[in-house]
């Protein structure tokens, strides 16, 4: 019977053997030598895989097999080239090009060859994902967005919502369940409050702590990770003291004289002396202030304080007395 037209396509066969000898499956067999060197610093690995891959010819195993091993599959065999069934798996595919896969066994890993030798390893810590908690930072209310009224006001600086407000009963209403942490005062004059509470608005010290099962929370907040923050202060510096002369009664009517916080010196309202102190006033020791009624015992105060060098003046690290001080020193 004549032998099936060769092509350059590869083709399988389907139904029989016939025009020649074709390959039997391949036998893989893989060697795999691995050499580990010790050095002061670390451990070096060298892996090296040797696959070899044998084919035979069909017609040798078939000359060799015994006959009913070679039954089932040259059987039948077709009577003209018209009932070769010719199955083409790769499209236009070289027979030459195709190479079989090769099986690699995987190289044994650093740890395990360094321990098979007798060698330490550094243990490497595995890496635990927790997931970041977030907490609500309520929004203080922007100086845009005050109330405007004439007359007298109270300031809220640290309250459930802060801002400037005409009664009391507004007042009350929003420092509720605070206690001593609400921080607020009473001023004369609207446009007098609503400078202060520009100048610490700006400067980071407002803040809304609204209480759960209140009104003001929903009042807008952002989503901030829950992380513990610490705190780290400067070494005390003299030069961090303003000189008595430096302060002036002004539109004075209240003198509050702070000796040791992130910032000393004589201020005219409780929210802005609170605003230098607050940071320390959970450390013993570390924060001092006292109110005076005049402009003259609170200036013979700190006077004295200065010239005893009692002036204890410790920023927060990359806060914003201390990049205040740092500005004022480059200047």
């Known amino acids: 019977m004549p032998a099936p037209p060769q092509t350059p396509r590869r083709m399988r066969v389907i139904g029989g053997i016939t025009g020649g000898s074709l390959r039997s499956p391949s036998k893989v067999q893989t060697t795999t030598t691995t050499t580990t060197t010790i050095t002061p610093k670390c451990v070096r690995v060298k892996t090296v895989v040797d696959t070899v891959e044998t084919y035979a010819d069909v017609q040798t195993v078939n000359e060799t097999a015994a006959e009913g091993s070679v039954a089932e599959e040259s059987s039948t065999t077709?009577?003209?080239e018209s009932d070769l069934d010719y199955e083409d798996d790769y499209g236009d595919f070289n027979d030459d090009d195709f190479?079989?896969?090769?099986?690699?066994?995987?190289?044994?890993?650093t740890r395990a060859s360094a321990q098979s030798s007798g060698s330490r390893v550094p243990v490497q810590p595995a890496v635990s994902r927790t997931p970041v908690q977030m907490k609500k930072v309520y929004?203080?209310?922007?100086?845009?967005?005050l109330l405007k009224f004439k007359g007298p006001?109270?300031?809220?600086?640290?309250?459930?919502?802060?801002g400037l407000f005409r009664t009391r009963k507004q007042l009350l209403e929003?420092?509720?369940?605070?206690?001593?942490?609400?921080v607020w005062e009473r001023r004369k004059d609207y446009e007098d409050g609503a400078r202060i509470y520009n100048e610490l608005y700006n400067a980071g010290f407002v803040f809304a702590e609204p209480l759960p099962g209140s009104r003001f929370v929903n009042n807008a907040f952002d989503l901030v990770p829950d992380v513990p923050q610490s705190l780290s202060f400067r070494a005390p510096d003299a030069?961090?003291?303003?000189?008595?002369?430096?302060?002036?009664?002004?539109?004075?009517?209240?003198?509050?004289?702070?000796?040791?916080?992130e910032q000393v010196g004589i201020f005219?309202?409780?929210?802005?002396?609170?605003?230098?102190?607050d940071s320390l006033r959970r450390f013993s020791g570390r924060a001092s202030w006292m109110r005076y009624d005049t402009f003259r015992a609170a200036s013979h105060a700190y006077t004295i304080a200065y010239h005893l060098e009692e002036l204890v003046a410790t920023p927060v690290v990359g806060g914003f007395f201390d990049?205040?001080?740092?500005?004022?020193?480059r200047s």
Request: charge should be positive; glycine fraction near 6%.
């Open 323 to 329: 990049r205040l001080d740092n500005s004022r020193r």
């Open 78 to 80: 077709p009577d003209s």
């Open 268 to 277: 005219g309202s409780w929210v802005e002396a609170s605003a230098r102190v």
């Open 239 to 261: 030069r961090r003291h303003p000189p008595p002369s430096h302060f002036r009664q002004g539109n004075m009517y209240k003198y509050y004289v702070v000796t040791k916080g």
């Open 139 to 145: 929004r203080p209310t922007p100086p845009n967005a």
């Open 99 to 109: 190479q079989p896969p090769q099986s690699v066994t995987p190289a044994p890993s």
């Open 153 to 162: 006001c109270y300031i809220l600086t640290r309250a459930q919502e802060t």
């Open 174 to 182: 929003r420092i509720a369940g605070l206690g001593r942490r609400a």
